[in-house]
């Protein structure tokens, strides 16, 4: 597949790890309660540049992911042990009858889309019970598109059986992270680019959307290279069929990339560098893929300050919102511009 050169950076030598590895670098579980939502509130979902619909989303509790990935901090909130049969039914009751919170502003009307992310693999029968999936597609029948996740690698027949079980559209969010050729064996994600592409492939046979999580900002690259890295990724993943990328800024936290921060092998991306990233790939991907970048703990990223954090949003959601570049906001602060 074409789009910018990910090979283009010369990472450090990268400590190699593996699942114990990465396993013994970690902090300690928040406690979780298998018959509560972790969170749940109601946000804008751009279905097409300058159009937006109201989406739910429901974090749900449930046993970890088997593939422990390098820079995933989403661990902190699951279980040791499977889902219990029940649990998850219970869950999307309460979400569905919940008084969600959104970010200030309007009033959002009722949500027509849903998110049911859980931190794991919608395919994974020790996360998701084969026997609650039936009573789960009757609860989200009613919503227009219906959005989970899994590994490339778990993509399989029940979620074509899922697909025809529910009265809209479901969409399935796949995480390719990176292309890079050796920073992407460092993440243990356990896959191949080839790997990503036959999944976006098996979906397209079962008329199921896609949309990717690319992060920005990778360990032993420098911040242009991180941009570059992120932009070839979301060209990638348009050209393997994504309807959507989403670009997540690489958050610390989960104890293997704290220790490369210490020793200096990675520096979370700047907000700069957030905004470039987003502005090189609405450039590069095709027109058919929308592109967004993801704002979660934006106030955290470097590179801004309390004058300019607001515009440089601003700016940002408005690339994600009208698929377009926009010019930079004019910052009399003294932070950086861009790169």
């Known amino acids: 597949m074409s789009g910018p050169d990910a090979s283009s950076g010369s990472p450090g030598l990268l400590p190699r790890l593996d699942s114990g590895a990465i396993r013994r670098a970690r902090g300690a579980k928040a406690p979780v309660d298998p018959w509560r939502p972790i969170a749940v509130w109601d946000e804008e979902e751009v279905t097409a540049p300058g159009q937006t619909i109201v989406c739910r989303v429901v974090l749900l509790a449930g046993a970890e992911c088997p593939f422990t990935c390098a820079m995933c901090d989403l661990w902190r909130h699951t279980l040791d042990r499977p889902t219990p049969p029940g649990a998850l039914p219970a869950q999307i009751e309460a979400a569905l009858g919940h008084a969600a919170g959104s ?11 849903i998110k049911l992310y859980n931190a794991s693999n919608f395919t994974d029968p020790r996360a998701v019970p084969v026997a609650d999936r039936a009573r789960i597609a009757a609860l989200v029948d009613r919503f227009e598109r219906v959005i989970v996740e899994t590994h490339p690698r ?9 697909a025809r079980s529910i009265g809209g559209r479901l969409e399935v969010a796949l995480g390719l992270e990176t292309i890079h050729p050796d920073v992407l064996p460092w993440l243990n994600k356990q896959m191949t680019p080839g790997d990503f592409a036959a999944a976006c492939r098996r979906l397209e046979a079962f008329d199921i959307d896609t949309r990717a999580f690319v992060l920005l900002g990778l360990p032993g690259l420098t911040e242009g290279e991180s941009v570059d890295a992120a932009i070839a990724a979301a060209c990638f993943a348009a050209e393997a069929g994504c309807r959507q990328v989403s670009l997540i800024p690489t ?6 990339l704290d220790r490369l921060a210490a020793d200096g092998s990675f520096t979370p991306v700047s907000a700069a560098a957030a905004e470039a990233a987003l502005a090189g790939a609405i450039g590069a991907v095709p027109e058919a ?7 979660w703990d934006w106030e955290r990223l470097a590179g801004a300050c309390e004058a300019c954090r607001g ?13 377009v570049i926009l010019p930079a906001a004019t910052l009399e602060c003294g932070c950086r511009h861009g790169m």
């Open 251 to 256: 958050r610390p936290g989960n104890g293997s």
């Open 154 to 162: 778990l993509v399989d027949d029940s979620l074509d059986d899922f």
């Open 103 to 113: 970010a200030p502003g309007p009033v959002m009307a009722a949500p027509s889309w």
């Open 289 to 295: 893929c929308l592109v967004a970048l993801d704002l």
């Open 311 to 323: 515009p440089r949003r601003a700016r940002i959601e408005g690339m994600n919102r009208g698929r």
